[in-house]
């Protein structure tokens, strides 16, 4: 629960948790939604295994076409986010 302030810091973060993923073949799924926090208001709503499986939401920033900052949080929860059913990619 602390911020990481760099690429370094957040692949150190999420490499083990894509090899636990890619190793248990779990689908995991990133929903469009509207949850109001930290200056954003669109969001991803995150889930794991199936699509009620909600685990966080994620805000990202972006920047001439790039995203420059990703915030994974679990507050606000995912409950408190207007779902939209689309889910990009798939």
């Known amino acids: 629960m602390t911020d990481m302030n760099s690429k370094d810091e957040f692949i150190e973060y999420i490499r083990p948790k894509l090899e636990i ?24 709503i995150l889930a794991q295994g199936d699509k009620s499986n909600l685990l966080g939401v994620a805000y990202a920033s972006v920047d001439k076409g790039k995203i420059c900052s990703l915030a994974l949080c679990i507050v606000p929860t995912h409950n408190s986010a207007e779902r939209s059913g689309i889910y990009p990619g798939l």
């Open 21 to 44: 993923i890619k190793k248990t073949k779990s689908a995991v799924y990133a929903e469009l939604g509207v949850c109001p926090a930290y200056g954003h208001t669109d969001c991803l």
